[in-house]
């Protein structure tokens, strides 16, 4: 009994010694919880509209307040023309454009009857249609409302026209083919390249690499070429068969697509590259780069859950999730058709992650060397 329980107490201190153990056995449970509780949710809040409103009376003002207390949506733009309509969807900004109709009040008051119409953003039909539905609701609110308070007879009718942008058949492969193609460019791109320095550790190779008259940003950048040619191979399979066997169309820039493309690839591997420089281990390095990816990259880029609907700290959290910029970007440019200049925020926030990751791989691989 005496050595059974000193075994317990050395396996303790080894699990108590080693960190990296007590973060996944203490800290990730916690870290999990929290993701699920917080951003697996079907529900949409805070959902930002613009409204286009060329009556401007009191009817139509009393049915913006109630849209604006409603915990659904916020009213973050007032449009002074219907040809601002499509540019605040390029921009990613809006969700749900309120459109009114001219003389609405007028209208409710003569012919008892006034069009209220519900532009939304289909790149996602399941949250599309969640938020004409709860729109279409807070109508019928206000259409019982003003009619109890007098300002319009009892029988007024408001009548709602939805419209659907970008994918008025309400496809789901719209929505879900972009999230897969990051979700699977960054796992497989950052497990290729998570593996490539610690390799070099387990096999004894890398005093070869240290004694070698080549500068770390080289060697770095060389264990990067060959897997960033794989993964051109990959990007043309994904689209390949996004276009030709799930009918998702590539409405807009095809070079922009690709640029936008290679530009997530190179910062996957960055990514990769960088947590091979932090573990010891490939098989430390491949939970890392799978496990430890999987669950952002689904949970917080906006891949599965709207990021609006989540608390505030994890929305700035998903800002440093590249796959959410890569998911957005090719969004725009795929389903919506945008111009690049729609595009330039992803871009260049890709870039910037790209060569921070780069940085950041460098001055380890050099303190590795000391």
């Given amino acids: ?50 409204v286009f409103d060329p009556s401007k009376d009191a009817s139509t003002q009393f049915i913006k307040e109630r849209f604006q207390a409603s915990p659904y949506f916020t009213i973050a733009e007032e449009l002074t023309s219907p040809d601002q309509i499509n540019d605040v969807f390029k921009y990613g900004k809006i969700n749900l454009v309120i459109v009114f109709s001219e003389n609405f009040a007028e209208n409710l008051l003569q012919s008892g009857e006034a069009a209220v119409q519900l532009i939304s953003d289909a790149t996602d039909p399941n949250q599309a249609s969640m938020l004409t539905a709860y729109a279409t609701g807070i109508l019928g609110q206000c259409r019982q409302e003003l009619a109890t308070m007098g300002h319009a007879p009892l029988s007024i009718q408001i009548v709602p026209e939805l419209k659907m942008l970008y994918n008025p058949q309400g496809k789901g492969a719209y929505n879900f083919v972009p999230g897969v193609m990051g979700l699977i460019l ?6 290729m390249t998570s ?19 080549m500068k770390p940003i080289y060697i ?120 690049i200049r729609f595009a330039v925020r992803e871009l260049c926030i890709l870039a910037a992650m790209a060569g921070g990751l780069i940085v950041f791989s460098l001055s380890k691989f050099k303190t590795r060397l000391n």
Avoid at 3 to 30: G, N, S
Avoid at 195 to 213: N, Q, W, Y
Wanted: hydrophobic share 60%; charged share 10%; aromatic share 8%.
């Fill in 186 to 191: 960054m796992l497989i791109c950052a497990m």
């Fill in 1 to 50: 009994m005496r050595q059974f329980t000193a075994f317990v107490k050395k396996e303790f201190h080894h699990i108590f010694r080693d960190k990296r153990t007590m973060l996944i056995l203490l800290v990730m449970p916690i870290v999990q919880i929290l993701l699920f509780g917080f951003a697996i949710t079907t529900e949409v809040k805070n959902t930002q509209v613009a």
């Fill in 220 to 339: 770095i950048l060389a264990k990067a070429v060959p897997y960033f040619t794989l993964s051109i191979v990959n990007l043309a399979t994904i689209l390949l068969l996004s276009v030709y066997v799930l009918d998702v169309p590539v409405s807009g820039s095809l070079s922009l697509l690709i640029l936008l493309s290679l530009l997530f690839i190179f910062t996957a591997l960055a990514l990769g590259l960088f947590i091979s420089t932090l573990v010891d281990t490939q098989m430390a390095a491949m939970l890392a780069s799978g496990m430890g990816l999987m669950m952002p990259v689904m949970l917080l880029s906006g891949m599965m859950f709207p990021i609006e609907s989540m608390p505030t700290i994890l929305q700035w959290i998903s800002s440093i999730v590249p796959a959410r910029w890569y998911i957005e970007g090719v969004k725009k440019i795929m389903i919506q058709g945008v111009e």
């Fill in 195 to 213: 593996i490539a320095i610690v390799r070099e550790k387990e096999t004894g190779t890398m005093e070869i690499l240290l004694s070698s008259p």
